[in-house]
C-alpha cells in the first residue's frame, strides 16, 4: 500500500492556466522530490527539500515552483503552463523505514500532466 | 561521463533466459547502491539493494564489484513479467549532502 500519494492521476488543461500538484506522505521522511520524466526518458530531478520551509532546485531547470510548510506535503505549482510542461511528474521521499530501519526511496504513483 | 551509465537496451530475450546488467559509477566514494524496477508509465519501485558481499532474492542476484566500479543484476529463469526498465542507483554522501544518482536504465523485454 502506496504511504506516498500524488493527486490528480492525470491532468488535461489549457495553456495558461495555474495548476498545483498534490504529493504527500505519511512515512515522516525529512527528504522530498520531484522529478519530471519524459516517456522512455531518464528521471530528471527538478526540486527536493530537507525539511520544513526548505527547498531547493534540481539539476534540470524548471519553470515551477515548490513548497514545503508541513513535513507531509510538497506541493508543486506552475504559474502558467504551457504544452511544453506537458510530462510525467513523481514525487518521491526518503528516509529510514520506522519498519526495517534501513534508508528506503518510494515513489508516489505520478501526475501525468498535457497542456493543449 | 554521466555520474552513472547503464547499457540502455533493450535486451530481448526468450522466457527461461538468464540475463545480466551492468551499471558503471564514476564517484569511488559512492556508499549505496540500488536496482529500481520500473513499468512504462509507472513509477520506479525498489528492487533490491546492493550489498560488498553480493545478494540474492529469489531469481535476482545483484553484486557490488567497488575495485572496478561497476554493480550488476542477473535475473535467472525469465518470466514474462520481468519486461520492465531496470534503474541502477547510487548514492554518495550523508545526511543533508546525500545524493542520489540515476542511471537512464535498461530496458528488457521477454518474450514467450
Known amino acids: 500500500e502506496a504511504d506516498i500519494y500524488q493527486t490528480p492521476r492525470y491532468l488535461v488543461i489549457g495553456t495558461g492556466k495555474k495548476i498545483t500538484l498534490e504529493c504527500s506522505q505519511t512515512?515522516?521522511?525529512?527528504?522530498m522530490y520531484w522529478y519530471q520524466q519524459d516517456p522512455g526518458m531518464e528521471l530528471h530531478l527538478i526540486h527536493y527539500s530537507y525539511g520544513v520551509n526548505s527547498t531547493e532546485k534540481g539539476d534540470l531547470s524548471s519553470e515551477s515552483t515548490v513548497s514545503r510548510i508541513r513535513t507531509e506535503h510538497f506541493p508543486l505549482t506552475l504559474e502558467s503552463a504551457r504544452p511544453s510542461h506537458t510530462s510525467q511528474y513523481l514525487c518521491?521521499?526518503?528516509?529510514?523505514?520506522?519498519?526495517?530501519?534501513?534508508?528506503?526511496?518510494?515513489f508516489g504513483s505520478g501526475t501525468r500532466l498535457t497542456v493543449v | 561521463r554521466k555520474e552513472v551509465e547503464q547499457d540502455p537496451g533493450p535486451f530481448n530475450v526468450p522466457e527461461g533466459a538468464t540475463v545480466a546488467f551492468n551499471c558503471t559509477y564514476s564517484n569511488s566514494a559512492s556508499q549505496s547502491f540500488f536496482w529500481y524496477r520500473q513499468d512504462c508509465r509507472k513509477e520506479p519501485k525498489l528492487l533490491m539493494s546492493v550489498y560488498s558481499s553480493g545478494n540474492e532474492d529469489g531469481r535476482f542476484t545483484a553484486q557490488l564489484n567497488r575495485a572496478s566500479q561497476y554493480i550488476s543484476l542477473l535475473i535467472r529463469d525469465s518470466k514474462l513479467s520481468d519486461s520492465a526498465t531496470y534503474l541502477c542507483?547510487?548514492?554518495?554522501?550523508?545526511?543533508?549532502?546525500?545524493?542520489?544518482?540515476w542511471g537512464l536504465g535498461t530496458s528488457l523485454a521477454v518474450n514467450p
Open positions: 542507483v547510487v548514492s554518495s554522501g550523508a545526511g543533508n549532502n546525500r545524493k542520489l544518482i
Open positions: 518521491a521521499s526518503s528516509g529510514i523505514s520506522s519498519g526495517t530501519g534501513n534508508y528506503g526511496y518510494t
Open positions: 512515512m515522516g521522511h525529512d527528504k
